[in-house]
């Protein structure tokens, strides 16, 4: 048997459809706002970091070369009690921005439980020669398979194939910006020179998008060995050690221990992509400052709705009171009329939400450089629904729960004597 | 004569008449209004009430017979003394208990009717029945039919009470205070906003209540007609019980 004090709640919301309507539109709207922003916004900042976890290691090691020459050998040689070194600008010879004992370093971390793939590489600037024209880009020296589990480099192929640069001598894998601006396809060759005046031609063997234009219009793979012999250094000579984790959340703390244990710099994915860190983290704060506030108003609405319903039923009150419903009757009846709007408001909230995301979804993204992506990018995570929905009962409840006391603290006395 | 004796003579004047248990004894009932200035409504009033009576309290506007009622029936619970109800001391129990007493012991009709203008009116009457949680939902509706038959009023049991007229609303009221069988059956002017038709009417059925059914009636009025027609008349003066007439 349905309780009494839900028939008559019931009763209640069914009396005045048009009212109990309006109510429950604010919080659908509320709830189907909060729907399309979070899941558009979330869609964009999983794209997003997808694309930079699969263009940056979880962890990279390298030698952060100092720059402070302020102390010089001489004094360690003079006394300097007597003497006094002065040197004007002084300028370093010959540093080598190389990991020492890199072989050592990788053979450790492949031991390592927490590490999943190892990639050394050997990052140079070069200029890419196309006839007269020169651009300026890097060129990172893999071994390519290893770069492949490290960076998701597989997947992000436009053209030609990763493994070729195994079958042919002096492949080069090249951006696809890159590419397109010096008017190169695969089988094409290309001459890179370096700032020390070494030049070697490369035959292009596949193009990749990464989808960050600071990556594909200026980066190419080469075999490390094919760099080393281009800047002429021994087969040891890596400048930077990339590592994949088995959990990448662990990234901060893991690149702290290895920055101690190999006295060189270790940065982890987060603070390489600093910025568009940032970015996220201020978009996931402003869309729930925005749902918040929708479902904020939505729930001053239902306060509204609720303290004049009950404002119009003193008579109604008084007489059930009489009849011998208890001040919790009354706060049952009324906060159920408020759950209820809550209830249906926030389901039709979820199912708008989510018409307008797959909306959304279905737009093709304005096409672009930078970003390889052909239609807006939105997610449909069921946490976002289940949440959606308890934030909008929870508003209701409290937006119908002060109405609600008022009405069970109502005197019937006062009302039936007028 | 102090209030004892006062209460003892009235007492035994009435018990030889009916016979019946003391349903209803008000003990030295004190009220007073601090706003907008102290004023004191009720000044030690006494009485009992039989089962089976029908009790007229009567008196000029503001002389405290609406407070009484709402006194002993327990709606207002801010007096001085004490009320007992079927040999049960309701003064002081909680509002939730009272409010369960109400439902099952008090059946109100009241001068503007009051019925919920959402339901029906057979809703109106199920509804208090249904709060009780004694008798099945069907049970109740069989039992509302049942009272709204004795009042003749079963034909408009499915019409929304807003669409129905002044005394057929009055009926239904009644019909909502008799369902769980009260001791009691109170009414505030009950007659108060009809015409002279119409009074006749909830008259006779208040009447042939107590005649037939026994149903022990208390009803504050200052139609003196009406009043000469009940059992009994406690008339009120500036907070005290002036006459008892029965």
């Known amino acids: 048997m349905m309780n009494v004090n839900f028939e008559i709640a019931k009763t209640h919301l069914l009396a005045k459809p048009r009212q109990t309507l309006i109510a429950m539109l604010g919080v659908t709207f509320g709830i189907g706002m909060y729907i399309l922003m979070i899941s558009f916004m979330q869609g964009f900042n999983e794209f997003l970091e997808d694309t930079l976890l699969s263009s940056t290691p979880d962890v990279r090691i390298y030698n952060d070369i100092k720059t402070d020459f302020s102390h010089s050998i001489l004094d360690e040689i003079s006394d300097t009690g007597k003497v006094m070194n002065v040197i004007h600008h002084p300028k370093p010879k010959d540093i080598t921005p190389n990991l020492k004992s890199s072989s050592r370093i990788i053979e450790d971390l492949k031991k390592d439980e927490r590490v999943l793939a190892v990639s050394p590489q050997l990052a140079t600037q070069v200029f890419y020669v196309s006839g007269p024209v020169q651009i300026n880009g890097t060129l990172s020296g893999v071994n390519i398979l290893e770069e492949a589990r490290l960076t998701g480099l597989q997947p992000k192929m436009k053209t030609g194939k990763i493994e070729n640069l195994l079958t042919i001598d002096n492949g080069i894998l090249m951006g696809h910006g890159l590419a397109n601006k010096l008017n190169v396809h695969v089988g094409d060759m290309i001459s890179l020179a370096t700032p020390k005046g070494t030049a070697m031609r490369f035959r292009i063997v596949g193009t990749f998008q990464f989808g960050i234009g600071s990556l594909d219009n200026i980066k190419s793979y080469v075999n490390l060995s094919k760099v080393q012999q281009l800047v002429g250094k021994d087969n040891q000579y890596v400048t930077d050690i990339g590592i994949k984790l088995k959990n990448y959340d662990n990234a901060t703390d893991v690149a702290k221990e290895f920055s101690a244990r190999y006295s060189y710099k270790a940065d982890d994915w987060k603070t390489t992509n600093a910025s568009a860190m940032v970015s996220i983290l201020i978009r996931n704060v402003m869309t729930f400052v925005v749902s918040f506030t929708l479902l904020v108003v939505a729930g001053f609405g239902i306060y509204n709705i609720m303290s004049m319903t009950i404002q119009n039923k003193l008579k109604d009150i008084a007489i059930l009171k009489a009849e011998g419903f208890s001040s919790g009757d009354i706060r049952q009846i009324f906060l159920t009329e408020s759950v209820t709007i809550g209830v249906f408001g926030a389901l039709s909230g979820l199912m708008l939400g989510f018409v307008l995301s797959s909306g959304v979804y279905s737009l093709p993204f304005p096409k672009n450089d930078f970003i390889s992506i052909t239609h807006f990018p939105v997610v449909f995570h069921l946490k976002h629904y289940a949440f959606g929905m308890g934030f909008g009962i929870i508003t209701t409840f409290i937006a119908g729960l002060m109405p609600s006391i008022k009405a069970g603290k109502i005197d019937p006395v006062a009302i039936l004597r007028g | ?246």
């Open chain 2, 1 to 246: 004569m102090d209030d004892s004796n006062k209460y003892d003579k009235t007492k035994a004047s009435l018990s030889g008449r009916f016979g019946g248990a003391t349903v209803l004894s008000a003990r030295n009932l004190s009220k007073s209004f601090y706003e907008p200035e102290e004023f004191q409504v009720l000044k030690n009033v006494s009485f009992d009430v039989q089962k089976g009576e029908f009790v007229s309290i009567v008196g000029k506007s503001g002389c405290g017979k609406s407070t009484l009622l709402y006194l002993i029936s327990t709606l207002d619970t801010e007096y001085k003394g004490e009320i007992f109800m079927n040999e049960k001391k309701v003064t002081g129990l909680s509002q939730n208990e009272l409010a369960h007493f109400r439902n099952e012991h008090i059946g109100f009709v009241f001068q503007f009717h009051f019925l919920l203008p959402e339901f029906s009116a057979l809703k109106n009457v199920m509804l208090p029945a249904e709060k009780l949680g004694k008798y099945s939902k069907s049970e109740c509706e069989d039992r509302a039919y049942e009272k709204l038959k004795w009042l003749n009023m079963d034909k408009f049991a499915l019409k929304l009470s807003s669409k129905l007229s002044g005394g057929q609303q009055q009926r239904v009221a009644i019909a909502r205070a008799l369902i769980n069988d009260p001791t009691i059956m109170m009414g505030d002017e009950p007659t108060g906003n009809l015409d002279s038709t119409n009074t006749d009417i909830v008259f006779d059925i208040l009447k042939d209540l107590c005649k037939s059914k026994g149903q022990t009636i208390i009803s504050v009025t200052h139609d003196t007609e009406f009043a000469q027609k009940s059992d009994r008349i406690i008339e009120m003066k500036d907070g005290e019980i002036v006459k008892h007439e029965g």
